[in-house]
């Protein structure tokens, strides 16, 4: 059963434009999300996250929306750089507690053409 | 500072070995975490070690094993390996979780191959 769901499985944007990449979650009991990037045979890399107790965060070109009540969250970069080319995870938290680890969604890959 | 390191970064094994991969958290970090990418899937919780005890398990069979050592590094064994264990395998650390979240910093992982 996947709690957390990416659907699509890759995106491409031309460098300059926004990108969006969304995640899906059924779990109401979620109350933390993350991104996280990651490069070719690197780890994951923390990008930015959202409390439940909001609905927008904002960190540079990146900002996460989260719709608590379609159970939906979106990462949007603006503008788009080749760099960005990557997979992008989203995870969510049950926040604290006995149950401390993080629930990914499948990824997304961003191919960012220049 | 040092981030998450893995070793080794690549493991070739027979079906019905026994691997070990290790893992050592950034400095000052108690808590570790191991994460399972198969071949198009997400990442998969795995384990949650902290302050040397383990603290979470996910949804895999008990031939997934570990531990947490005084230094809080961490090692994961498998055993009795199975051809869809071939995976990379994360491990991440945090501060000590309490009772809200910490960020986790993932490590570059460890390819194991089983044939």
């Known amino acids: 059963d996947q709690q957390v769901k990416q659907n699509s499985p890759s995106l491409s944007v031309q460098e300059g434009r926004i990108s969006i990449l969304n995640c899906d979650y059924t779990?109401?009991?979620?109350?933390?999300f993350l991104w996280y990037k990651k490069y070719p045979a690197e780890g994951p890399t923390f990008l930015i996250s959202?409390?439940?107790?909001?609905d927008k965060n904002e960190d540079g070109r990146f900002t996460v929306f989260l719709n608590k009540s379609a159970k939906h969250l979106s990462l949007h970069i603006v503008p788009s750089q080749p760099g960005d080319s990557a997979v992008y995870f989203c995870a969510a938290s049950l926040y604290g507690g006995a149950t401390n680890k993080l629930i990914f969604g499948t990824g997304t890959l961003l191919a960012v053409q220049p | 500072e040092a981030g998450v390191t893995q070793s080794p970064t690549h493991l070739i094994k027979t079906r019905g070995q026994q691997a070990t991969l290790r893992c050592s958290p950034i400095?000052?970090?108690?808590?570790v975490y191991w994460y399972q990418q198969a071949l198009g899937l997400g990442l998969q919780f795995l384990l949650w070690?902290?302050?040397?005890?383990?603290?979470n398990r996910g949804n895999f069979p008990p031939r997934f094993s570990g531990r947490q050592f005084p230094n809080y590094s961490s090692e994961l064994n498998v055993n009795a390996l199975e051809l869809e264990d071939s995976a990379l395998y994360l491990c991440?650390?945090?501060?000590?979780?309490?009772?809200?979240?910490?960020?986790?910093?993932f490590g570059p992982g460890t390819r194991l191959t089983v044939l």
């Open positions: 959202i409390s439940s107790i909001k």
């Open positions: 991440a650390s945090s501060r000590t979780s309490g009772r809200s979240y910490n960020e986790q910093f």
């Open positions: 779990n109401s009991m979620f109350d933390y």
């Open positions: 400095s000052g970090h108690t808590s």
């Open positions: 070690y902290d302050e040397g005890e383990e603290r």
